[in-house]
C-alpha cells in the first residue's frame, strides 16, 4: 500500500461548516443579495455537499454574471461529466465561453473538438503561451508527438522559466526515449522551481528513463507531498510499481488516480496491467475496456484487451481478432496488430484471412525499413499457402525472397521451389543451383 495515514493518505476530515455557509448564501440568492463571487463560493458548497445540479446551476449564473473568474469556469467544467450534461448549460454568448469549451472538451477526450477550439482562439490571442500549451496537450492526446515536441520547444524559447505543463513534454521525451532532452528539461526545471509538481514529476521520468525506479518513485512522492491531488504522479507512480513487480502498491496508486478523475484512461489501463500480472484476465479486461471507452483512439488499449482474450482462461479468439482490427485501424506504430491477426487466422484455420494480413504486415515492415523474424514468417506462409493454391509464380516470388536468407528457411524455399518444379507442366523450370549462398 501507498500510505494509509500522513500527507499521501486518504483523508476523512470534513468541514462542520458547510450546512451554516450553505444555510446563510442559500439565503443571500433568494434574496438576489449575493454578487458573482459568492455565487462561485456557493457552487463550491454545494459541489462538496454533493448536490452538483443545483452547483452547476449556480456556478453558470455566476459565469455569466462575471464571465472572467476563470476559477469557477473550472469548477462547473468538473462538474461537466458528459456532453448530455455541457450542452443542456444556459451559458451567455462570451469569449470565455471559448475557452471553457476548449477545455472541457479535452477533459471529455473529445481531442478534435478541443484542437479546433483552441487554433480557433489562437487566432485572436496569438502569442498566448497558453493557448500553445493546450494545443499542445490535445495533440499528445491524439499521439502526434513530433508536433507536441515542436510546440513545447517554441514555449521554452519564449518562456524560458515556464514549468506549468511541461510534465507533459517530459511524457513526450520519455516515450520518444530522448534521454539527452529530458536531462536537459529536469535540470532546467530544478534551476528554475524544484519545489513545483511538474518539477518532480519531469525528475521522476528522467529516472525512470534511466531505469532507476526506486529513485523515480521518491520524486513522485514528493509531487504528491506538494499537490495530493496531482493526478499525472499517482499514474506515473503506479507504472514504476509494476516496473518494480510491486503490484499491490502499484493498484492503490492508481485507484488513487481513478478516485482523482475517473475518466482518467492511464489509471483505467494501468489497473488492467497490474491484474495481468497476477495473472487475473477477467479483471483486467474489465479494466482495459474502461480505459479504452475513454480514449477509443489509443491502439495500445485494443491490444491489451486482445491479448486478455487470447489468454489461456477466455481464449476468446473471435473477439481478439476484432479488437486487433480495431488496434490497426488506430495507427498501431509498435506494428503488433497485423501480426497477430495473421497468426491468429492461421490458427482458426482460415488461410486466406491469414494471407491477407501476412501481405499488410510484409508491406508495412518494407515501408518501414524493418528486418526480423516476422518477416521470414510472413513470406514462409504466403510462399506455402501460394504453392498449396497452385498460383506458383506468387509463390516463386516469396521463395526467391526467401532465398536471400541463410537459416533454415532456405532450404525449405529451395524444396518448394523443386516441388513447384515438378508440379508445373509447361512452364519454364527454375535453375535453383544458380542461387549461391
Known amino acids: 500500500m501507498i500510505e494509509l495515514e500522513g500527507p499521501l493518505g486518504k483523508s476523512d476530515a470534513v468541514n462542520c461548516e458547510l450546512v451554516s455557509l450553505e444555510r446563510e448564501l442559500s439565503s443571500l440568492c433568494k434574496n438576489s443579495m449575493i454578487d458573482p463571487f459568492g455565487l462561485y463560493l456557493y457552487g463550491l458548497v454545494l459541489k462538496e455537499k454533493g448536490n452538483e445540479n ?18 469557477a469556469w473550472l469548477e462547473l467544467q468538473s462538474l461537466c461529466t458528459t456532453v448530455d450534461i455541457l450542452n443542456s448549460l444556459n451559458l451567455s454568448n462570451h469569449w470565455m465561453k471559448e475557452f471553457f469549451l476548449a477545455s472541457v472538451y479535452q477533459e471529455l477526450r473529445m ?16 502569442f498566448s503561451n497558453y493557448i500553445q500549451a493546450q494545443i499542445a496537450k490535445a495533440q499528445y492526446s491524439l499521439r502526434e508527438f513530433e508536433q507536441v515536441e515542436v510546440i513545447f520547444e517554441d514555449l521554452l524559447r519564449n518562456d524560458p522559466y515556464r514549468v506549468e505543463d511541461m510534465d507533459t513534454y517530459s511524457n513526450v521525451l520519455y516515450t520518444k526515449e530522448c534521454f539527452s532532452a529530458l536531462s536537459y528539461l529536469a535540470h532546467r526545471v530544478i534551476m528554475t522551481n524544484k519545489y513545483r509538481p511538474e518539477s518532480c514529476c519531469i525528475i521522476g521520468n528522467y529516472y ?37 513487480k510491486n503490484t499491490p502498491a502499484a493498484v492503490d496508486a492508481y485507484r488513487r488516480a481513478v478516485d482523482i478523475n475517473p475518466r482518467d484512461y492511464r489509471a483505467w489501463y494501468g489497473l488492467g496491467q497490474a491484474y495481468e500480472m497476477m495473472g487475473m484476465p477477467h479483471y483486467a479486461l474489465h479494466y482495459f475496456q474502461k480505459s479504452v471507452f475513454f480514449q477509443p483512439i489509443d491502439s495500445r488499449l485494443w491490444i491489451a484487451i486482445a491479448q486478455c482474450y487470447e489468454s489461456e482462461q477466455l481464449h476468446m479468439l473471435e473477439e481478439a481478432i476484432k479488437c486487433y482490427q480495431r488496434a490497426a485501424n488506430c495507427n498501431d506504430t509498435e506494428a503488433i496488430a497485423l501480426h497477430r491477426l495473421a497468426k491468429l487466422h492461421r490458427e482458426l484455420g482460415q488461410p486466406e484471412e491469414a494471407a491477407f494480413y501476412y501481405r499488410k504486415d510484409l508491406e508495412r515492415m518494407e515501408a518501414e525499413e524493418r528486418e526480423g523474424p516476422n518477416i521470414v514468417e510472413a513470406l514462409m506462409f504466403l510462399a506455402t499457402h501460394y504453392k498449396a493454391q497452385k498460383r506458383f509464380e506468387e509463390a516463386e516470388v516469396y521463395c526467391t525472397r526467401l532465398l536471400d536468407y541463410t537459416g533454415p528457411e532456405r532450404e525449405t524455399a529451395k524444396s ?22
Open 111 to 126: 481531442h478534435n473538438e478541443s484542437l479546433s477550439k483552441h487554433e480557433n482562439l489562437l487566432g485572436t490571442f496569438t
Open 208 to 244: 525512470s528513463l534511466k531505469g532507476q525506479h526506486e529513485k523515480s518513485v521518491i520524486y513522485f512522492r514528493r509531487a504528491l507531498k506538494l499537490n495530493k491531488n496531482y493526478l499525472s504522479a499517482w499514474t506515473l507512480m503506479g507504472h514504476e510499481y509494476v516496473e518494480m
Open 54 to 71: 443545483l452547483a452547476r446551476k449556480v456556478l453558470v449564473e455566476s459565469v455569466n454574471s462575471y464571465p472572467w473568474n476563470w476559477s
Open 416 to 437: 518448394l521451389l523443386r516441388g513447384m518444379r515438378i508440379a508445373q507442366s509447361g512452364f519454364p523450370s527454375m535453375d535453383i543451383e544458380h542461387f549461391h549462398p
